[in-house]
C-alpha cells in the first residue's frame, strides 16, 4: 500500500512542480489542473490513513504533516478564487513540507522495516 501512495504522491509531486513554475512565470494554473492535483493528493493521503489503519504506526508523522499541507493548498485555492494570487509563503511552505513528507514516506516505503527515534 505504501508503494501504491509512493507512486501516487510521485505523480503529485510532478504536478506540482510544473504548477509552481506556472506560477514563477506569473501564468495562472488551471483550476481543473490544480483540482487534479488535490484528488491525487487526497487518494495519496487515503493510501497512506489506511497503512496506518493497518497497524503502520511509522506514518502518524505524513499523516499530521498532510493535514497542514492540505489546509496550505486550500489557503492557495480559496485566494486564487478570490481573483488574488496565491502568497508566495503560503506556496513555499506548502511545496517545502510537501518535499519533507515525500521524503519520509519514501523512507518508509523503501525501508519497510525502518523505524524514526
Not at 3 to 20: K, P, R
Amino acid at each position: 500500500m505504501l508503494m501504491g501512495a509512493l507512486a501516487v504522491f510521485t505523480l503529485v509531486a510532478a504536478m506540482g512542480l510544473m504548477m509552481i513554475r506556472d506560477v514563477w512565470r506569473g501564468q495562472r494554473v488551471g483550476a481543473a489542473y490544480a483540482l487534479v492535483h488535490a484528488a491525487a493528493a487526497l487518494l495519496g493521503s487515503a493510501l497512506v490513513i489506511a497503512a496506518a489503519l493497518d497497524g503502520d504506526t511509522r506514518l502518524y508523522a505524513n499523516i499530521g504533516m498532510a493535514v497542514v499541507i492540505i489546509l496550505l493548498g486550500l489557503a492557495m485555492g480559496f485566494a486564487v478564487k478570490k481573483g488574488k494570487t496565491a502568497p508566495r509563503l503560503v506556496l513555499m511552505a506548502h511545496a517545502v513540507l510537501a518535499v519533507a513528507c515525500y521524503g519520509l514516506l519514501g523512507f518508509f516505503a523503501l525501508n519497510p522495516d525502518a523505524v524514526l527515534m
